[in-house]
T-cell receptor
Framework: GDSVTQMEGPVTLSEEAFLTINCTYTATGYPSLFWYVQYPGEGLQLLLKATKADDKGSNKGFEATYRKETTSFHLEKGSVQVSDSAVYFCALLLYNFNKFYFGSGTKLNVKP | GAGVSQSPSNKVTEKGKDVELRCDPISGHTALYWYRQRLGQGLEFLIYFQGNSAPDKSGLPSDRFSAERTGESVSTLTIQRTQQEDSAVYLC?????????????FGSGTRLTVV
């Protein structure tokens, strides 16, 4: 079935370190891919998305590239800040459906 | 409204009691979704509304769970005879609807604790 797998956390980094959070997916069709972020005490917010293979989504210094050959959508940021501490969710949406499949979330802790 | 509003933000209830959770979607959003997030886990799909019909309610865990929606407006998720395993954050989201990849706008959730 359709699913999303992302790396388990927590991930603990020092400020200005490089971040990678891995995400792979299984889908029967051609999904759109998303990263959502949940800051402490807040709701989920859309961080970035990519709708087709080789597309790159980017926002707030975060990037993710839709890799069809490896069925992956890894999240990267070159230099994290303390304010990036949050839980990050990878998700997919199949074109003909209105249901997102979410990964289990990866908690990021950034230390000053 | 400007965002998705959920109420109450926190609810503590005794085992066996019924609870109602409310969601006010963004004005004009025809699609509305309920998800459940247990502590330390990902999001679990419960039900999807397009307008006031529910084409996909495959995620409702048991017949104690039900949901309804009035037109393209407010939705209520009802849990009858609550159990401790129902404790979770219940998230509502809305989107413009139809086929596409608009993404969701989520509410801040209702934290339900069953004691």
């Amino acid at each position: 079935g359709d699913s999303v797998t992302q790396m388990e956390g927590p991930v603990t980094l020092s400020e200005e370190a490089f971040l990678t959070i891995n995400c792979t997916y299984t889908a029967t069709g051609y999904p759109s891919l998303f990263w959502y972020v949940q800051y402490p005490g807040e709701g989920l917010q859309l961080l970035l998305k990519a709708t087709k293979a080789d597309d790159k989504g980017s926002n707030k210094g975060f990037e993710a590239t839709y890799r069809k050959e490896t069925t992956s959508f890894h999240l990267e940021k070159g230099s994290v800040q303390v304010s990036d501490s949050a839980v990050y969710f990878c998700a997919l949406l199949l074109y003909n459906f209105n249901k997102f499949y979410f990964g289990s979330g990866t908690k990021l802790n950034v230390k000053p | 409204g400007a965002g998705v509003s959920q109420s109450p933000s926190n609810k503590v209830t005794e085992k066996g009691k019924d609870v109602e959770l409310r969601c006010d979607p963004i004005s004009g959003h025809t699609a509305l979704y309920w998800y459940r997030q247990r502590l330390g886990q990902g999001l679990e799909f419960l039900i999807y509304f397009q307008g006031n019909s529910a084409p996909d309610k495959s995620g409702l865990p048991s017949d104690r769970f039900s949901a309804e929606r009035t037109g393209e407006s407010v939705s209520t998720l009802t849990i009858q005879r609550t159990q401790q395993e129902d404790s979770a954050v219940y998230l509502c989201a809305s989107s413009p609807g139809g086929q596409g990849d608009y993404g969701y706008t989520f509410g801040s959730g209702t934290r339900l604790t069953v004691v």
